[in-house]
T-cell receptor, first 112, second 113 residues
Framework: GQQLNQSPQSMFIQEGEDVSMNCTSS?????WLWYKQDPGEGPVLLIA?????ELTSNGRLTAQFGITRKDSFLNISASIPSDVGIYFC????????????FGTGTLLAVQP | EAGVVQSPRYKIIEKKQPVAFWCNPI?????LYWYLQNLGQGPELLIR????????DSQLPKDRFSAERLKGVDSTLKIQPAELGDSAVYLC???????????FGQGTRLTVV
């Protein structure tokens, strides 16, 4: 099926540390998107990936589209308190064009 | 450029009452999505529109939920009658083209009592 398994479920880190989270599936995805969601708000798009192997950065954030098209990861360097939130991966499933499916989320807490 | 606008932000209703949510997508965006998000979970797709056509409504509980996107711009999502289990955040998103990045509104938090 078209499920996205996101890990870890939660992370508690010190300010300044680097963070890595990933998203995997047994199915092929055509596009990977990474979002951040703050409490009471909608998800905000961080990075979009469209090609297998693509590595894209947005400030302190870096994401990669896995070469198998079944995974993606997001790295955050030198974390700061405002990085706190829930990070979601999402993908357009290869089996059904334009069906955008979300992962289960990673809760990030940053200790100042 | 204005983002996706949703209203209301919050809604509290009694069970068995009807409720409607409204979404105005980003100008020029042909694809519109409605998602349901339960606490602690990722968004789950309810329905996707390409212009005014509902191209994927397989996850929409059609016995009580309905949606429309007249003229291919604004959209409304309706629940009638609402049940306690419908309490959740309802998110609207839009994208310029199919398969491209989707942008979300702030959501409507529904509480059914």
């Amino acid at each position: 099926g078209q499920q996205l398994n996101q890990s870890p479920q939660s992370m508690f880190i010190q300010e300044g540390e680097d963070v890595s989270m990933n998203c995997t599936s047994s199915s092929i995805f055509n596009t990977w998107l990474w979002y951040k969601q703050d409490p009471g708000e909608g998800p905000v798009l961080l990075i979009a990936l469209y090609k297998a192997g693509e590595l894209t950065s947005n400030g302190r954030l870096t994401a990669q589209f896995g070469i198998t098209r079944k995974d993606s990861f997001l790295n955050i360097s030198a974390s700061i308190p405002s990085d706190v939130g829930i990070y979601f991966c999402a993908g357009f499933w290869g089996g059904a064009t334009n069906k955008l499916i979300f992962g289960t989320g990673t809760l990030l807490a940053v200790q100042p | 450029e204005a983002g996706v606008v949703q209203s209301p932000r919050y809604k509290i209703i009694e069970k068995k009452q009807p409720v409607a949510f409204w979404c105005n997508p980003i100008s020029g965006h042909n694809t519109l999505y409605w998602y349901l998000q339960n606490l602690g979970q990722g968004p789950e797709l309810l329905i996707r529109y390409e212009n005014e056509e509902a191209v994927d409504d397989s996850q929409l509980p059609k016995d009580r939920f309905s949606a429309e996107r007249l003229k291919g711009v604004d959209s409304t999502l309706k629940i009638q009658p609402a049940e306690l289990g419908d309490s959740a955040v309802y998110l609207c998103a839009s994208s310029k083209d199919p398969g491209r990045e989707a942008f979300f509104g702030q959501g409507t938090r529904l509480t059914v009592v």
